[in-house]
């Protein structure tokens, strides 16, 4: 079993940046992809980026590409999200997710997920 650790959540101004982290107990052996999805109040969870190790590549939403960047590493078993130029609608509980493939921005067939980072950004 895999655990899944956010942290790096907290309040901004617009503009702002927030560091996400997400410290996994391991990676799998097999292929994986891994990555952030996110749910604000009365919204259905929706898919921010997702790394491939298969695919080696990174994939956003249209929301927050060119704001966002997701990076890992390996050695940490870590992956963050750097997040810039955050505005309100960025506002919601960030979930770190580990799965099988990436499918654009969200992480396919979940087997893993952790228990949410708040972040806010306020205008």
């Known amino acids: 079993e895999v655990q899944l650790v956010e942290s790096g959540g907290g309040s901004v101004q617009a503009g702002g940046s927030l560091r996400l982290s997400c410290a996994a107990s391991?990676?799998?052996?097999?292929?994986?992809?891994i990555g952030w999805f996110r749910q604000a109040p009365g919204k259905e969870r929706e898919g921010v980026s997702c790394?491939?190790?298969?695919?080696?590549?990174?994939y956003y939403a249209d929301s927050v590409k060119g704001r966002f960047t997701l990076s890992s590493d390996n050695a940490k078993n870590t992956v963050y999200l750097q997040m810039n130029s955050l505005q309100p609608e960025d506002t919601a509980v960030y979930y770190c997710?580990?799965?099988?493939?990436?499918?654009?921005?969200?992480?396919?067939?979940?087997?893993?997920w952790g228990k949410g980072t708040q972040v806010t950004a306020s205008s």
């Open positions: 997710a580990l799965g099988y493939y990436c499918s654009g921005p969200r992480v396919k067939a979940v087997q893993y």
């Open positions: 790394i491939s190790d298969l695919q080696k590549s990174t």
């Open positions: 391991g990676f799998p052996d097999d292929d994986y992809a």
